[in-house]
């Protein structure tokens, strides 16, 4: 059966209307604008309300190889708010250990960096849009990787007729795979950029920035690499220009809020003030519902607190004796 809470950008614009009491065949407003509402309420109430909650629904992670002699390192470009959650270091075993942030202060003050004998790295500090490892960057030997999560930024919302889907997927045996699309857009040229969108709630974004190799406009096909297709695409998984989406990326159970929450921003653009209080209303309880759905997603199973800063962890002997970090 299926979910009807489910909204891709068609489905979101006929709702929205339906909200606002908006007739198809006006010129009051354009179904554009409508995409152009959703994309602001989304980054201006939806996200951070589902941010707020502490539960890592946009969660992922980065693994970026070091290099020798290099220290600075971008934090994600599509980082919601250009933030961290953390960072992990990846020694040659695969091992992860934490790293821990030290501030300017500490960096200004102690004029030292730390011990450059071990491939483990135990420090980092932010320098405006990068991640600075402190250790002295002339004698850094890049071993390993570090490990960036952070949560990613959902897409913004196009119209459904920008957004193939799949039908095939056919592995080329050659390090390439062959993608048939519902439909190929006139973008999706050698050297594109596309994203992956999972069908399924919560329609996250499976990969992104994946690279075309080449098209065929008759077969309606893609080629990439296959390792940058993934393993969890599925047909009927959407196909969009890299950071667009048709699909609202948030559980299938809140596309109805973003709904409501755009039927306010038309009828205030349209002078309906009683309107606007009516939806105003209705998006104050049903975010509240929402809490309901977004907090303690795993209920049976809370999240143990540790004390980041406790004399164990905050000890060298903590962190070598009982993780393995340096005290360095």
Avoid: C
Wanted: aromatic letters at 6%; a negative charge; zero cysteines.
């Amino acid at each position: 059966m299926a979910n009807t809470y489910h909204m891709n950008s068609d489905k979101l614009i006929a709702s929205v209307k339906r909200r606002a009491s908006i007739p198809d065949a006006q010129s009051l407003i354009t179904d554009n604008e409508i995409l152009e509402f959703a994309n602001e309420e989304m980054a201006l109430n939806l996200i951070p309300l589902i941010y707020s909650k502490h539960e890592d629904y946009y969660l992922v992670r980065e693994t970026v190889k070091l290099i020798a002699g290099q220290v600075r390192y971008d934090i994600p470009y599509r980082a919601i708010g250009n933030k961290i959650r953390e960072v992990a270091y990846k020694d040659s075993s695969n091992n992860l250990s934490e790293m821990f942030r030290i501030s300017t202060d500490e960096v200004t003050s102690s004029g030292t960096y730390g011990s450059n004998g071990s491939d483990q790295l135990a420090r980092f500090y932010i320098e405006g849009e990068e991640i600075v490892i402190h250790r002295d960057e002339d004698t850094f030997s890049g071993t390993g990787s570090i490990v960036i999560f952070y949560n990613l930024r959902p897409n913004v919302l196009v119209e459904t007729v920008n957004v193939p889907t799949v039908i095939s997927n056919t592995d080329n045996g050659d390090d390439s795979s062959t993608l048939v699309l519902s439909s190929l857009p006139a973008t999706f040229i050698a050297g594109a950029e596309i994203d992956f969108v999972g069908k399924r709630s919560p329609h996250k974004i499976i990969t992104f920035d994946n690279i075309l190799t080449s098209s065929d406009s008759v077969a309606k096909s893609i080629t990439l690499p296959t390792i940058s297709v993934p393993s969890k695409l599925k047909v009927g998984d959407s196909v969009s220009a890299a950071g667009e989406t048709n699909l609202v990326n948030s559980p299938s159970d809140l596309h109805v809020l973003l709904a409501q929450m755009v039927a306010a921003r038309v009828l205030e653009s349209i002078g309906d003030t009683s309107g606007l209080k009516a939806a105003d209303k209705k998006i104050k309880k049903m975010e509240e519902n929402a809490d309901l759905l977004l907090v303690n997603r795993v209920t049976g199973s809370p999240v143990k607190a540790i004390n980041r800063n406790g004399g164990l962890r905050s000890s060298g002997l903590g962190r070598k004796g009982r993780r393995g970090w340096s005290s360095n």
